[in-house]
């Protein structure tokens, strides 16, 4: 087995403690809402709170112990009832919680047998086997490590949503504040024509949707050496960008007028001016941290701006790339993600300044491409040429595969370092308003 965030190789022991680690920062994730919350909503067409915690034990015994090695579960009822976040598709469907989902002792309980199993499992069981296709490079095995991860994101996200009356503060789980940078150097830059590799190398973990492989010829363009932030968003805000059709396909400004956006979902405007919603508190508006916004919103900025949002392979250039044609796999070169590198693994709750994270830069001096919020990308989100869903859960990715769903690249504040690749790739909806995602703008 192999994994980009491990290049000097990765052993069953690294598994083991990479699966703890991620079962407590669940449980400390799982502290966050007031237990009175735990049958609630905090996005309506989202399952309550309840379903997470029963989610990812459930997930881990599904796809590596029954999927992939076929033995017994631990119980048939949870096994089904929390095997797939399945969504609401409307308000009206959900029915009253406690109809549907179990005390939490239930879930607790669960959670630990699950535990017990899938520490052995990882432990002594044959997680690697090249002759079944969900064994082939401990793929069940890592796939529910990252899927953990994913939805600690997820849920993240959620609760920023609930009432400040409902959450009980808590520390940033690695808490570290960078330092504060003076003199920032801004405007845009120029990336020449290159190659841009999309994908991971096979036999590297990777998600279905990162594979084959794909080499794209990029034409030149400027990009901003900075994410947009609060400060410059609000310009747009105040030149009527959102009551002028101009700036708007016409797909999202229906979604302007219908949903009557105004402003970023994470802003608030009241009586003594604006806020930015923080995950434990209102802060008066940062000037100079990252707008978090719908890909609606920033492509609206950047047609507002005379430019565009960069596309995945643009993205891939502005990260990866390097004067001398060589592709980097991290953004900063070949070491892993460190905290040193930007703003993400849970140093923060919320984003920091933009270029807060100088070790962070690309070759050609771009900021914060990984961490302190993903980078949305014009790019649909679809299968490279040669597309096969995964052994291990083949409704990960095609079932998105729709031109509504975007690709996103980088990390947030929320993202654990060991999905910090070159080849990870995210998705959403362009008008979904809850994400931690940020943009910034080119120019051919
Ligand atoms: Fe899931």
Redesign the pocket.
């Given at each position: 087995m192999r994994h980009a965030a491990f290049p000097r190789g990765i052993t069953r022991e690294d598994l083991v403690r990479w699966y703890r680690a991620g079962r407590k920062n669940s449980k400390a994730i799982f502290s966050i809402p007031v237990e009175s919350a735990y049958y609630e909503r905090p996005i309506a067409l989202r399952n309550p709170i309840v379903f997470y915690e029963g989610?990812l034990p459930a997930?881990a015994v599904n796809t590596l112990i029954k999927l992939a090695l076929q033995h017994g579960g631990i119980d048939e009822h949870f096994e089904v009832l929390f095997a797939?976040?399945i969504d609401p598709d409307s308000v009206d469907a959900v029915k009253n919680p406690t109809d549907v989902w179990p005390r939490r002792s239930a879930v607790l309980e669960y959670g630990s047998q699950a535990d017990a199993m899938i520490e052995d499992t990882l432990g002594y069981a044959t997680i690697e086997d090249g002759s079944v296709p969900q064994l082939r490079g401990a793929e069940a095995a890592i796939a529910i490590l990252e899927?953990e991860q994913?939805?600690q994101e997820t849920l993240l996200y959620m609760f920023h949503n609930l009432p400040y009356s409902k959450k009980v503060k808590q520390p940033a789980l690695n808490a570290s504040t960078p330092q504060r940078i003076t003199n920032r150097e801004t405007g845009m830059v120029r990336i020449p024509r290159g190659i841009a590799t999309l994908g991971g190398d096979e036999g590297v973990f990777g998600w279905d949707n990162e594979f084959p492989s794909l080499q794209v010829d990029v034409p030149e363009f400027l990009v901003d050496r900075h994410n947009v932030t609060n400060g410059e968003f609000m310009q747009f805000v105040q030149a009527g960008g959102y009551r002028d059709p101009s700036f708007w396909s016409e797909a999202n400004w229906s979604w302007v007028t219908t949903e009557k956006v105004e402003h970023p979902h994470f802003w608030l405007k009241n009586e003594r001016g604006w806020f930015w919603r923080g995950m434990f508190a209102l802060i008066p508006l940062p000037e100079d941290t990252p707008v978090y916004v719908t890909l609606a919103e920033a492509e609206a900025y950047a047609r507002w701006r005379n430019a565009r949002v960069m596309s995945e392979a643009e993205y891939h250039r502005a990260a990866f790339g390097t004067p001398s044609g060589e592709e980097r796999p991290f953004p900063w070169g070949d070491e892993p993600a460190d905290p040193s590198r930007g703003n993400f693994g849970f140093a923060n709750w919320d984003p920091v300044p933009v270029g807060s994270y100088p070790a962070g830069a690309s070759a050609w001096g771009v900021h914060d491409l990984a961490g302190n919020g993903w980078e949305w990308t014009s790019t649909p989100f679809a299968g490279f040429p040669g597309f096969q869903p995964m052994a291990s859960y083949p409704v990960y990715s095609s079932d998105f595969f729709d031109g509504e769903h975007y690709v996103l690249k980088g990390a947030s504040p929320a993202t654990s370092p060991e999905m910090i690749r070159r080849s990870f790739r995210n998705w959403f909806r362009g008008t979904y308003p809850y994400l931690y995602a940020k943009f910034r703008c080119v120019q051919s």
């Open positions: 989610h997930f797939r976040g899927h994913m939805h």
